[in-house]
């Protein structure tokens, strides 16, 4: 019993010396951000903020399964995305609201965040592209904005659980956040029930196309709980 006691308490010893030897305070730092390259794609990236609307040069190295040019998409969706922000800061006076972090969770070249800055919000932006989806990543840091890779659920599935999807954003929202899901119809009621089964305030709305169109908009409000 006493050997085993010593051999414990050498043991412990050992290992309060090694985590004396590597706290965190005695490692030097390390370089996190890459310099660009002096030559391919990345060497040519404009300065701020004119890099915001070039298309970069390694947008040409994405695979995207589409037949339009990979330029012509980045504007369209730039185009797209400014004109829908504007309609939303003049619907929902997005002006009076004090926006800090805000997540696009599908965030394709980076468009919605574009228009963010355009209409001069100042708030950080996290752009989600899909990893079952084309890898923008590349085109998103040249344009000099901030994303991740992630998928909200698995690839090989046909249809992703909604209420999975919901219940991991209300665990990300703070009280107090709001979300904006535009989408299609036949998913429309089926998120707002869950929505309103978590406790949001949910609202369902019609886009700028009016009420005819194939898309609605739920805006969703999560207030703090109170017992």
């Given at each position: 019993m006493e050997e085993l006691l010593a051999i414990v308490y050498h043991l412990w010893t050992l290992r309060t010396s090694l985590f004396k030897q590597k706290k965190p305070w005695y490692v030097d730092l390390k370089a996190?951000?890459?310099?660009?390259?002096?030559?391919?794609?990345?060497?040519?990236?404009?300065?701020?903020?004119?890099?915001?609307?070039?298309?970069?040069?390694?947008?040409?190295?994405?695979?995207?399964?589409?037949?339009?040019?990979?330029?012509?998409?980045?504007?369209?969706?730039?185009?797209?995305?400014?004109?829908?922000?504007?309609g939303y800061v003049r619907a929902w006076?997005?002006?009076?609201?004090k926006l800090r972090n805000v997540m696009d969770m599908k965030a394709g070249f980076g468009?919605?965040?574009?228009?963010?800055?355009?209409?001069?919000?100042?708030?950080?932006?996290?752009?989600?592209?899909?990893?079952?989806?084309?890898?923008?990543?590349?085109?998103?840091?040249?344009?000099?904005?901030?994303?991740?890779?992630?998928?909200?659920?698995?690839?090989?599935?046909?249809?992703?659980?909604?209420?999975?999807?919901?219940l991991e954003m209300d665990r990300i929202l703070r009280p107090g956040g709001r979300v904006y899901i535009r989408d299609s119809l036949?998913?429309?009621?089926e998120l707002l029930q869950i929505a309103k089964a978590m406790g949001w305030q949910a609202t369902l709305r019609d886009t700028s196309e009016g009420p005819h169109a194939s898309y609605r908009i739920l805006t969703c409000d999560k207030r703090l709980l109170r017992p």
């Open positions: 996190c951000i890459s310099r660009l390259p002096e030559n391919g794609y990345g060497a040519n990236v404009p300065t701020w903020p004119s890099r915001l609307h070039t298309p970069p040069d390694r947008l040409q190295s994405i695979q995207y399964e589409s037949y339009i040019a990979r330029k012509e998409l980045l504007k369209a969706e730039s185009k797209f995305w400014s004109e829908t922000i504007a006076h997005w002006k009076k609201f468009g919605f965040a574009a228009a963010l800055i355009d209409q001069g919000f100042d708030c950080w932006v996290l752009n989600v592209v899909p990893v079952s989806g084309s890898n923008t990543l590349p085109v998103l840091y040249d344009r000099g904005l901030l994303g991740v890779m992630h998928d909200w659920y698995h690839s090989k599935l046909k249809r992703c659980n909604m209420s999975t999807i919901m036949d998913v429309m009621d």
